[in-house]
């Protein structure tokens, strides 16, 4: 059963910082690159960050270069996000996605609110 869950959301005040995890389980974790997405109340799911099944490239989204940063653990089948100089835009539900060609697999999402 393939199972990816987030952890690590709640609230922060701007300029904080806070770093999600995923924990992935049943797919080879070392297959698959990794992916963080969030989506904001009326808007649509936007990519955040992304990072290659050997951690070895990673991309960002243009607003989050230089305070999100990516990083993931093929050992532990964890890849995390970690959030810096927050502001009150980066509010959203963050979700965890894996991806193999066609085949991708989705976490439940996280919550994380920016605010004073």
């Known amino acids: 059963q393939v199972q990816l869950v987030e952890s690590g959301g709640g609230l922060v005040q701007p300029g904080g910082s806070l770093r999600l995890s995923c924990a992935a389980s049943?797919?080879?974790?070392?297959?698959?690159?990794m992916s963080w997405y969030r989506q904001a109340p009326g808007k649509e799911r936007e990519l955040v960050a992304a990072i290659t099944s050997a951690g070895d490239s990673t991309y960002y989204r243009d607003s989050m270069k230089g305070r999100f940063t990516i990083s993931r653990d093929n050992a532990k089948n964890t890849v995390y996000l970690r959030m810096n100089r927050m502001k009150p835009e980066d509010t959203a539900v963050y979700y965890c996605?894996?991806?193999?060609?066609?085949?991708?697999?989705w976490g439940q999402g996280t919550q994380v609110t920016v605010a004073s």
């Open positions: 996605n894996a991806r193999l060609g066609n085949y991708g697999y």
């Open positions: 049943g797919f080879i974790f070392n297959n698959y690159a």
